[in-house]
T-cell receptor, first 115, second 115 residues
Framework: ETGVTQSPTHLIKTRGQQVTLRCSSQSGHNTVSWYQQALGQGPQFIFQYYREEENGRGNFPPRFSGLQFPNYSSELNVNALELDDSALYLC??????????????FGPGTRLTVL | DAKTTQPPSMDCAEGRAANLPCNHSTISGNEYVYWYRQIHSQGPQYIIHGLKNNETNEMASLIITEDRKSSTLILPHATLRDTAVYYCIVRAGGISNFGNEKLTFGTGTRLTIIP
């Protein structure tokens, strides 16, 4: 157990809808990263949040957006869902700071299915 | 981040040591070697990381060659629960890397522990 929690566990949406996924970071961590893992592939970096601001982004369109809250929890929002957005969405938390190796610890993921 | 090369699959007998190799010939001086594993559709689990010296924790040992161009993850007494995809990732760390902490996953090594 990493202490990183995600909700919901599973979600089914239809094409064109919007979805919000949630992540609670491990105690003492101040940075949250989001990854998308399509079936049979390794996780792909979406973006990272630190001090409530986006701080690094992968090759994902603007319809993927996020938030980080003062308690360091985070949301991933995806607008105008496409069939290819079907994937396991992973949240990872870490602690950025002097003396920290900022190792990322992952939550269990949210399985999103777009029909 | 430097690219890594891993064999696509390996088998290991239960109770024996599992040795998983990783090549990272373009690694830079400030880049760490991280190992994660992912058990079927769960979130990746952090195993161990190192910079130059060999490292050991309760899960595994990491052996890094002197030129740092390759490494080996060792699971000393493999059990059936160690069956998973193992990812070797090279990533810069420290203050100079703030804002660039993403993990770049490849396809990993699928390790199967044989009873």
């Amino acid at each position: 157990e990493t202490g990183v929690t995600q909700s919901p566990t599973h979600l089914i949406k239809t094409r064109g809808q919007q979805v919000t996924l949630r992540c609670s970071s491990q105690s003492g961590h101040n940075t949250v990263s989001w990854y998308q893992q399509a079936l049979g592939q390794g996780p792909q970096f979406i973006f990272q949040y630190y001090r409530e601001e986006e701080n690094g982004r992968g090759n994902f369109p603007p319809r993927f957006s996020g938030l980080q809250f003062p308690n360091y929890s985070s949301e991933l929002n995806v607008n105008a869902l496409e069939l290819d957005d079907s994937a396991l969405y992973l949240c990872a938390s870490s602690r950025r700071g002097v003396g920290s190796t900022d190792t990322q610890y992952f939550g269990p993921g949210t399985r999103l299915t777009v029909l | 981040d430097a690219k890594t090369t891993q064999p696509p699959s390996m088998d290991c007998a239960e109770g024996r040591a599992a040795n998983l190799p990783c090549n990272h010939s373009t690694i830079s001086g400030n880049e760490y070697v991280y190992w994660y594993r992912q058990i079927h559709s769960q979130g990746p689990q952090y195993i161990i990381h190192g910079l130059k010296n060999n490292e050991t924790n309760e899960m595994a040992s990491l052996i890094i060659t002197e030129d740092r161009k390759s490494s080996t993850l060792i699971l000393p007494h493999a059990t059936l629960r160690d069956t998973a995809v193992y990812y070797c990732i090279v990533r810069a760390g420290g203050i100079s890397n703030f804002g660039n902490e993403k993990l770049t996953f490849g396809t990993g090594t699928r390790l199967t522990i044989i009873p």
